[in-house]
């Protein structure tokens, strides 16, 4: 299971980053962005000023583990095993166990009593106190803002994600911090139309979600992000990405695109002839994908790697989760002149 998925951030809140990170951060489900304004020894020159995402660091937050009998609409062992039941030593999907010591409550898998006698529970991303927990985390460790992952909600797992997206904006207005909608196209052949039905008559007709008071802006406008466009294993060719990018843009939002990790140069996981789209965003988050299963050397996207597509090195950021090795993430302007792009880590868990 992969969360994948921006913010432009100055080198001191990269202090608080690593300082931050050495905490609960495993079972967060997160990927972080971290731009810096270095460009090859010249001074970047923001094209926004700071605001909920510009300045600040961030958080992509996936919110998509459920158990059966948590009350959740899915009603299943979602993600944390393969097919959704019960979690066993032959039946896992997770890498690594969650310190669960701070939640309320656990759901009991198949698994036998872990090494401290204590018995082999995980959490329900659809409790509120674990989405609580998570959003103080953010607070107590200075994390500004949270992506929400949002996939097709026009499936089975559309009520859960509604569900999902009400205890993270309340997490959100508890804890002082700010979120955003991070649609992922998927899987979603429909996104075209579908996610725009999904913002008019959801998100804004029936719960207002821009209307919260820790609704992301930037620039004075709601924040949305659309993960997925431009690679080779995602839906949608040039002219349907560049449609949906200004539709949301003439909406009067701040669009942010999660691309591939070859934007540059429309290679590997790229499609070809995508540039003109991913500069119609306002601000990009190339992907860099790392886990601890895989050595840096064997992902192809080490530093060496990602200098020779960015032609900069600005800033270390942490992989947390599964991963663990750093990333370096770039800020330079773009064909249009927005300097606004964010370098985003994909965690695993």
Same mark, same amino acid.
């Given at each position: *299971?992969?969360?994948?998925?921006?913010?432009?951030?100055?080198?001191?809140?990269?202090?608080?980053?690593?300082?931050?990170?050495?905490?609960?951060?495993?079972?967060?489900?997160?990927?972080?962005?971290?731009?810096?304004?270095?460009?090859?020894?010249?001074?970047?020159?923001?094209?926004?000023?700071?605001?909920?995402?510009?300045?600040?660091?961030?958080?992509?937050?996936?919110?998509?583990?459920?158990?059966?009998? /948590?009350?959740?609409?899915?009603?299943? !062992?979602?993600?944390?095993?393969?097919?959704?039941?019960?979690?066993?030593?032959?039946?896992?999907?997770?890498?690594?166990?969650?310190? *669960?010591?701070?939640?309320?409550?656990?759901?009991?898998?198949?698994?036998?009593?872990?090494?401290?006698?204590?018995?082999?529970?995980?959490?329900? $991303?659809?409790?509120?106190?674990?989405? /609580?927990?998570?959003?103080?985390?953010?607070?107590?460790?200075?994390?500004?803002?949270?992506?929400?992952?949002?996939?097709?909600?026009?499936?089975?797992?559309?009520?859960?994600?509604?569900?999902?997206?009400?205890?993270?904006?309340?997490?959100?207005?508890?804890?002082?911090?700010?979120?955003?909608?991070?649609?992922?196209?998927?899987?979603?052949? $429909?996104?075209?139309?579908?996610?725009?039905?999904?913002?008019?008559?959801?998100?804004?007709?029936?719960?207002?979600?821009?209307?919260?008071?820790?609704?992301?802006?930037?620039?004075?406008?709601?924040?949305?992000?659309? !993960?997925?466009?431009?690679?080779?294993?995602?839906?949608?060719?040039?002219?349907?990405?560049?449609?949906?990018?200004?539709?949301?843009?003439?909406?009067?939002?701040?669009?942010?695109?999660?691309?591939?990790?070859? !934007?540059? /140069?429309?290679?590997?996981?790229?499609?070809?002839?995508?540039?003109?789209?991913?500069?119609?965003?306002? *601000?990009?988050?190339?992907?860099? !994908?790392? /886990?601890?299963?895989?050595?840096?050397?064997?992902?192809?996207?080490?530093?060496?790697?990602?200098?020779?597509?960015?032609?900069?090195?600005?800033? *270390?950021?942490?992989?947390?989760?599964?991963?663990?090795?750093?990333?370096?993430?770039?800020?330079?302007?773009?064909?249009?002149?927005?300097?606004?792009?964010?370098?985003?880590?994909?965690?695993?868990?």
């Amino acid at each position: *299971m992969t969360g994948k998925s921006p913010c432009g951030c100055h080198e001191a809140s990269l202090e608080r980053l690593s300082q931050g990170f050495a905490f609960h951060s495993a079972q967060l489900a997160i990927l972080i962005f971290v731009s810096a304004a270095l460009d090859s020894g010249r001074p970047a020159i923001a094209a926004s000023p700071p605001g909920d995402v510009v300045g600040k660091v961030s958080v992509g937050y996936q919110g998509w583990f459920a158990c059966t009998s /948590d009350g959740s609409p899915i009603n299943a !062992w979602w993600h944390w095993s393969p097919n959704s039941q019960t979690p066993s030593s032959t039946n896992i999907g997770i890498y690594s166990w969650p310190d *669960m010591r701070q939640y309320a409550r656990g759901f009991q898998t198949a698994f036998a009593n872990l090494s401290n006698g204590q018995p082999a529970t995980l959490f329900s $991303s659809y409790d509120q106190q674990v989405v /609580d927990t998570h959003f103080r985390w953010m607070q107590e460790n200075e994390i500004d803002t949270a992506a929400l992952q949002r996939f097709s909600p026009f499936g089975g797992e559309g009520p859960t994600r509604n569900g999902m997206t009400l205890k993270v904006r309340s997490a959100a207005e508890t804890y002082q911090r700010k979120f955003y909608i991070m649609y992922d196209i998927s899987g979603w052949d $429909s996104f075209a139309t579908q996610i725009k039905t999904d913002w008019t008559n959801y998100m804004l007709a029936q719960i207002n979600i821009t209307n919260s008071p820790a609704y992301a802006m930037q620039n004075g406008k709601p924040v949305v992000c659309i !993960w997925g466009m431009g690679f080779t294993d995602r839906p949608g060719d040039a002219a349907t990405c560049t449609e949906v990018i200004n539709w949301f843009k003439a909406q009067g939002c701040y669009v942010i695109g999660g691309v591939p990790t070859w !934007w540059r /140069d429309s290679i590997s996981d790229s499609k070809t002839n995508f540039l003109s789209v991913y500069t119609n965003f306002h *601000m990009i988050s190339p992907l860099w !994908w790392a /886990d601890s299963t895989t050595p840096p050397a064997r992902t192809g996207i080490g530093p060496t790697s990602i200098r020779a597509t960015s032609r900069i090195a600005t800033a *270390m950021a942490l992989i947390i989760s599964r991963a663990s090795c750093p990333v370096i993430a770039g800020k330079r302007p773009r064909p249009d002149g927005c300097t606004e792009t964010s370098c985003g880590t994909r965690s695993s868990t």
